[in-house]
């Protein structure tokens, strides 16, 4: 356990062993598990054309996880600088081995295309011109909660125009997020265990080292200041009774859960 004392003798600090990179990794490794074992379903020959369209973060996993195995990957996004989470520790070891385009033209040249760009992404008439194999698309909504995302929402409308022998659909939630995306998932995580751990008796507050990384990485188009700021210990929590941090992280984790639909 890391731990310091605080204010005063009988005052500790405890500081989760986790870290925020390691949250985005579990909750991404949920969805790429789930997408790689439902294609392992189908004996695909290692060799067929797998396009992953959309980056962030869903699509960089399963790119990394796919490339254990699969041979011939193109990472697709309209943002080139997403290219470089390839070359880091998010959604797994940095890999050399898919390539990577900003031509929106080459999602049709898949055998199998895995759509990751949730509200706003590839829309219903770029679908329809999809003829393949596999077509795989990502639920960008949680729980259904919330009205005005699910009527946002057209990932069926997408489904349904695609021609294509398997499709699915990757449905994640369990902790009560309005969207399935890894940062509302992590925001969630961490708003949730905030409240668990003031509820224990003793705490005095506490707090998680959460920045607003939508900036940092559209905008200010930082990757590496990304890394670096989610190389931190998750939770910091003052209270004169310490208590596991982590065990309770993986405790909430544990219930988010990806399924292929």
Same mark, same amino acid.
């Given at each position: ?29 949920? /969805?790429?598990? $789930?997408?790689?074992?439902?294609? @392992?379903? =189908? ?14 973060? *869903?699509?960089?996993?399963?790119? /990394? ?8 990957? =193109? ?74 995302? #699910? ?5 069926? @409308? ?5 021609? $294509?022998?398997?499709? $699915? ?7 009560? *997020? ?27 507050? +506490?707090? +998680? ?24 210990? #998750?939770? /910091?929590?003052? *209270? ?11 405790? @909430? ?9």
């Amino acid at each position: 356990m890391n731990i310091d004392t605080g204010i005063t003798s009988e005052v500790f600090t405890i500081k989760s062993e986790t870290k925020l990179i390691d949250i985005f990794n579990r909750i991404i490794d949920k /969805k790429s598990k $789930a997408v790689f074992d439902y294609i @392992e379903s =189908l004996n695909f020959d290692e060799n067929k054309r797998i396009i992953v369209i959309g980056t962030y973060f *869903t699509g960089v996993g399963i790119v /990394k996880r796919l490339a254990e195995k699969y041979k011939n990957i =193109l990472l697709i996004d309209i943002y080139p600088h997403l290219e470089e989470l390839l070359d880091t520790e998010l959604g797994g070891k940095p890999i050399n081995n898919v390539d990577f385009s900003t031509d929106l033209n080459l999602i049709y040249s898949g055998d199998i295309v895995i759509d990751t760009t949730g509200f706003g992404g590839i829309n219903v008439e770029q679908s329809s011109k999809l003829d393949v194999e596999t077509f795989i698309i990502e639920d960008p909504v949680a729980e259904d909660n919330d009205e005005l995302l #699910a009527k946002k929402n057209n990932i069926h @409308e997408r489904l349904d125009v695609v021609k $294509a022998k398997n499709k $699915a659909i990757i449905k994640t939630k369990g902790i009560d *997020t309005k969207t399935s995306g890894t940062m509302t998932l992590t925001i969630g995580a961490l708003t949730n265990l905030l409240n668990r751990f003031l509820e224990k008796e003793g705490v005095l507050y +506490c707090a +998680c080292e959460m920045g607003f990384y939508e900036e940092i990485i559209f905008k200010q188009k930082d990757i590496d200041k990304f890394i670096e700021q989610s190389n931190v210990n #998750a939770f /910091k929590v003052s *209270t004169i009774n310490p208590f596991d941090l982590d065990e309770l992280i993986a405790e @909430e984790i544990n219930k988010i859960a990806t399924e292929m639909i």
